[in-house]
């Protein structure tokens, strides 16, 4: 058996099922997960799956390979993806792996990887892929056990989450797996639920389950317009982002919603460092200071922010632009979508106008993320150029942590390789028009001096 070096991304691992992706190949990463886990003495695995439909076949051949390689499987079936990780952390083993193709197309899946509390990505998913190519496998019997997580996982929220007032709200699974939970979840906090597409499907047949992307928040977006809730939450396929929408269509970006997330935070734990990616507005930082807390700029990816919360005990919080919110305080440190709508329904049921408190989060003009395509392999080998040669006019401060962020007195610019797609994302803001395009321009020249593709902006 052959496997895709392809398939091995930065966060995790991710193909097409039946071309780059198989049984065979899921078979294969459970032997190599396993040899990795009994290096870290780690003897059993948590494993669960959304709600695709090649997700019960490659699970059951995640967990052969598993239990080959001698690590027990513990499987507690069809979650989203936070459940996972909380079956880690009250199971005691700290390990688990999500069978998931997040927000991708149907006819993708992949894995996500945690053991003995890390999430494995970078070298270590390198590792993973040697350790196959060399046949470099642990043996053994392990065995096998189901367990349901559901309740314990639902009653810790509602345990932890008490809301001011009931709320009357739409919520938007686009047939992700979040739908099996969700509108239980909220209904059990005192609301008023309006389910959207509810029922898992891994045909995603009503839009695509990605709420980073607007056309994927129309639906909550009319239903707001035409019926009585107050605000729209919306969930990607696994449950681990988070949309908003406000009573009048207005999308409340991750970026704006960890301003909120953050005050609230410190108004317990003052002082606590909240960390956010890259491609975060420039407001964020100066409203921590503001709060009381100390703002720190980190990689994007789910990963990433993982290690950095783990890196800085005396962090709260962290959060991404892509809608990946990571509670700390009171919770566990990883990316959970439910949670962290149950954390912003708190807050806002503290209020007459939830939309109100939402509307008037500080703002910037901006542009959402841009892409600019390139051969597979080329985005980094062009960042790592720009990073040794590009001059920016007026630059106050480059941060180059993850690509290339540029502060201007007046907004910034960045370009940085996706980890994921052979893209480079392009994010802009500014005070207004003419500093945008000022700073676009700033953009452009650079660009030029290393390639000649059509920019998208």
């Known amino acids: 058996m052959t496997i895709a070096a392809s398939i091995f991304k930065a966060y995790d691992i991710r193909g097409v099922v039946g071309d780059t992706l198989t049984a065979d190949a899921a078979y294969l990463i459970g032997r190599a ?35 080959a390689g001698g690590v027990d499987v513990i499987d507690v079936g069809r979650v989203a993806t936070p459940m996972l990780y909380f079956a880690a952390y009250q199971l005691q083993t700290f390990s ?28 270590w998913i390198q ?27 639902l009653s810790r929220i509602s345990g932890d989450i008490k809301l001011a007032r009931p709320m009357n709200i739409v919520v938007d699974c686009g ?8 509108p239980g979840l909220f209904a059990s906090l005192g609301c008023k639920v309006q389910p959207l597409f509810c029922e898992v499907d891994g045909n995603f047949p009503n839009h695509h389950p990605d709420p980073a992307k607007p056309e994927n928040l129309q639906d909550v977006i009319a239903a707001l317009r035409d019926g009585d809730a107050e605000l729209g939450l919306a969930f990607d396929g696994d449950g681990d982002r988070l949309g908003v929408v406000t009573k009048d269509g207005n ?47 980190n990689r994007t990816g ?19 632009m892509s809608g990946h919110v ?68 007026g ?27 052979p893209v480079i994302v392009l994010r802009f803001e500014a005070d207004n028009a003419a500093a945008l395009q000022r700073i676009q321009d700033d953009f452009r020249r650079v660009l030029a001096q290393e390639t000649s593709a059509a920019l998208p902006f």
């Not at 970006?253 to 420039?282: E, N």
């Not at 180059?400 to 797609?421: C, H, K, P, Q, W």
Request: proline share 5%; charged share 20%.
């Open 127 to 153: 590792t993973l892929y040697q350790r196959i190519v060399n046949r470099d496998f642990s043996e053994g019997l392990g065995g096998y056990r189901s367990h349901d997580i559901v309740d314990a996982y």
């Open 395 to 421: 630059a106050e401060e480059i941060i180059s942590i993850d690509g290339l962020r540029v502060e201007y007195r007046d907004g910034f610019g960045l370009m940085r390789a996706s980890n994921t797609t």
């Open 302 to 320: 789910h990963s990433f922010m993982k290690a950095a919360l783990k890196a800085n005990p005396d962090a709260g919080m962290a959060g991404e």
């Open 33 to 67: 997960i396993a040899s990795e886990a009994r290096l870290r003495n780690v003897s059993s695995i948590c494993v669960g799956r959304d709600g695709r439909l090649s997700g019960p076949e490659l699970c059951q051949s995640l967990s052969d390979g598993i239990r």
């Open 326 to 393: 990571f509670f700390k305080e009171r919770w566990y440190g990883f990316d959970d979508g439910l949670y962290a709508g149950a954390r912003l329904l708190e807050i806002l049921s503290r209020v007459a106008d939830p939309s109100a408190l939402l509307n008037a989060l500080p703002n910037a003009l901006s542009t959402p993320e841009l892409n600019l395509k390139t051969a597979e392999g080329e985005n980094h080998s062009l960042i790592a150029r720009l990073q040794q040669s590009a001059v920016f006019d």
């Open 175 to 182: 047939n992700g797996v979040p739908g099996d939970f969700a």
């Open 251 to 297: 999308i409340i970006w991750p970026d704006r919603q960890l301003i909120l997330f953050a005050q609230d935070v410190l108004s317990r734990q003052p002082g606590a460092k909240i960390i956010y990616d890259v491609k975060c507005t420039r407001l964020l930082a100066p409203a921590v200071r503001a709060a009381g807390g100390v703002p720190m700029i």
């Open 96 to 123: 688990g792996v999500m069978v998931t193709g997040s927000h991708n197309p149907p006819d993708y899946n992949g894995f996500k990887m945690m053991l003995d509390g890390d999430t494995l990505a970078g070298d």
